[in-house]
């Protein structure tokens, strides 16, 4: 069965990407099929994995055959990973798409309409969103069976966290009564400083009761910094690191969670 996990946070430079990248690679160690789609413009997702950015066939085009009705093949954007991990690419042309889906019936479930055809080939989908709430991360929410919050242990970091619990709230309430929260994640954190341990602190009193926070950290290194440009994970770039340590304990806990 085909778990969905949106990995989202309204807030930028929270590692939401490097955490779509290491969680997958991971996953796909421990024998998983995993698909990443790339759910943001921007498209460091895609970049990230080495892909280049003026690809013809993106979730763009697979998003618009679904608003159009029309019969295509749902695998025809995928890409493959020399690591192994399928890619849904995107490129700035999905930006347009925020607005288009305004005045399309059923908006919010288009993304969902498409992923439902590819569940079947995979054991995890995993969505990584752009960093804000409009109409691209409400589709994403509304097709994930959870969602995944890295958030960076800064001051601010509680305040954006409640936008989005709200948000997640609302759309499990209206689009999606199966929405879960897989758990908040602490990323580039760094852990000799005492103003992360405050942080973290206060978020785990304000929320821990009621929401999973992974035991595992993922801490702010070189290494995994310079992954990006690379075009692999932390795995194939830094396979002894810390990094790579850490994304291997939080896919245990991903998967213990299943």
């Given amino acids: 069965m085909c778990k969905v996990i949106a990995i989202a946070n ?3 430079g929270v590692a939401k990407t490097t955490t779509t990248i290491n969680l997958g690679a991971g996953l796909v160690k421990s024998g998983k099929k995993v698909v ?3 759910a943001d413009p921007q498209g460091n997702l895609t970049m990230g994995l080495g892909f280049p950015k003026n690809l013809k066939v993106t979730l763009k085009s697979m998003m618009e055959n679904i608003i159009m009705g029309l019969e295509f093949d749902p695998k025809e954007a995928i890409l493959h990973h020399e690591e192994g991990v399928d890619l849904i690419p995107s490129n700035k042309l999905l930006a347009g798409m925020d607005m288009s889906l305004f005045t399309v019936e059923d908006r919010e479930k288009v993304l969902k309409e498409y992923l439902e055809l ?6 995890y989908i995993l969505i990584d969103c ?4 409009g109409m691209l991360t409400l589709n994403a929410l509304s097709a994930a069976d959870s969602v995944l919050i890295p958030v960076q242990p800064q001051y601010y970091a509680a305040d954006g966290l409640m936008e989005l619990l709200k948000v997640v709230k609302g759309i499990h309430q209206r689009f999606n009564p199966d929405l879960q929260i897989e758990g908040i994640l602490f990323t580039m954190d760094n852990c000799r ?5 405050r942080n973290k602190q206060a978020i785990k009193t304000t ?16 290494s995994l910094a310079e992954t990006a440009s690379e075009g692999v994970s932390i795995f194939a770039y830094d396979g002894k690191s810390k990094g790579a340590d850490s994304y291997l304990e939080l896919v245990q806990e991903v998967l213990k969670h299943a």
């Fill in 10 to 12: 309204q807030k930028g």
């Fill in 36 to 38: 990443l789609v790339d």
């Fill in 118 to 123: 590819l569940k079947d080939e995979y054991d």
């Fill in 130 to 133: 752009m960093p804000s709430l």
């Fill in 193 to 197: 400083y005492n103003n992360a341990k």
């Fill in 207 to 222: 929320y821990g009761s009621d929401i999973r926070i992974f035991e595992q950290t993922i801490p702010r290194t070189e």
